[in-house]
C-alpha cells in the first residue's frame, strides 16, 4: 500500500489548512485511517482517526488538543483520507503523516498497517 499524503504548507495563525492522503495499491479494504504529528523534539501524536463503518458511517476520536478545530473524513472510494485544520495555532506546527490499517491481496488477504511519507505544516504567530 502507498500512501500519498498532500496539503501542508505555510500559514498564519487562525487560518486553515486541508490536508489529503490517497492509498494505493492492492487494497481489499481499509479499516482504521488516522493523522499523527510530529513536531521538533517531541514524540508522534495521533491528531485524528475514523475507522470503516457499516451503515452509519465510521467512527472518529480526536486528539484533545484539537477537538472543536480539526475535523477528519474519508471518502471510501477513493481510498482517501482528509483532515480540515481550523483555527490553526503555532503549536500545530508539525509533521502530519497519515497511516491506514489495511487489507490487501496476495497470497490470500493480509492485514497491515501503512504510513504516509508526511507533509510539513507551519503556523507562524
Known amino acids: 500500500v502507498q500512501l500519498q499524503a498532500s496539503g501542508g504548507g505555510l500559514v498564519q495563525a487562525g487560518g486553515s489548512l486541508r490536508l489529503s492522503c490517497a492509498a494505493s495499491?492492492?487494497?481489499?479494504?481499509?479499516?482504521?485511517m488516522g493523522w499523527y504529528r510530529q513536531a521538533p523534539g517531541k514524540q508522534r501524536e495521533l491528531v485524528a482517526h475514523?475507522?470503516?463503518?457499516?451503515?452509519?458511517?465510521?467512527?472518529?476520536n480526536y486528539a484533545d488538543s484539537v477537538k472543536g478545530r480539526f475535523t477528519i473524513s474519508r471518502d471510501n472510494a477513493k481510498n482517501t483520507v482528509y483532515l480540515q485544520m481550523n483555527s490553526l495555532k503555532p503549536e500545530d506546527t508539525a509533521v502530519y503523516y497519515c497511516?491506514?490499517?489495511?487489507?490487501?491481496?496476495?497470497?490470500?488477504?493480509?492485514?497491515?498497517?501503512?504510513w504516509g511519507q508526511g507533509t510539513l505544516v507551519t503556523v507562524s504567530s
Open positions: 497511516k491506514v490499517h489495511a487489507t490487501t491481496y496476495g497470497v490470500g488477504l493480509l492485514g497491515g498497517q501503512y
Open positions: 495499491g492492492s487494497i481489499f479494504s481499509i479499516n482504521f
Open positions: 475514523i475507522t470503516s463503518g457499516g451503515t452509519s458511517g465510521g467512527s472518529t
